[in-house]
């Protein structure tokens, strides 16, 4: 009975093939602080009892077949370091609630069936220093706000359909090593503030609609 469970403070089974659901009695695992069980073969939502977990500063549900929505109830986790559930099947919007997470550092959404905008909230996760939305159905235009997430360090945004221009505010982002937003429909010119962010290692444009010159 993993209810039994309430002293556990890291749990790992990462990398083997459970099969079944993220048991719903983890929510009583109140001194929980690390859950790691990606490269699984799990399937199910992601339960919302995970949002008491205060304890919790890491979360990766990497790598399994979940599917759903993930829930509102994330946006308690006000501890929660690093956020994983890349390469599932998750749908919907990515909940505005994850803008409350204001300890994030990693935030890893890529590779699912996420769609709707980038949400504005996230910009409240000023410790960010990596985001990964890439490989999901992303719509809309990028926020100017990006601009303030300056401890961002890799910004990954690539195979969606945003369109509209590349914000000249991610130029503000001096601490990014790889900026890569190819396949998408953004429009217009590369902004020159872009020349700001001098430790740049990869960057890639590619397959968009920009125009003008390249940038010197």
Known sequence: ELGTWTTVEEFRTW???FIGTIPTELGQWSALRLFAVDMNSLTGTVP???GALSALTWLDLNDNALIGTLPTELGQ???LERLFVAENFLTGPIPTEIGKLTALLELGLHTNSFAGTLPTEIEGCRSLEQLSVAENYLTGTLSTGLGQLTALESLYMSENSFNGTVPKEIGQLTALEFLLMETNFLTGILPT????IT???AFSAANNRLSGTLPT
Do not use: F, H, I, R
């Not at 503030?193 to 700001?196: I, M, N």
């Open 15 to 17: 990398g083997n093939t």
């Open 48 to 50: 919302t009892e995970l």
């Open 77 to 79: 986790l006000t501890a």
């Open 193 to 196: 503030e872009l020349g700001k």
């Open 199 to 201: 430790g740049l290692q």
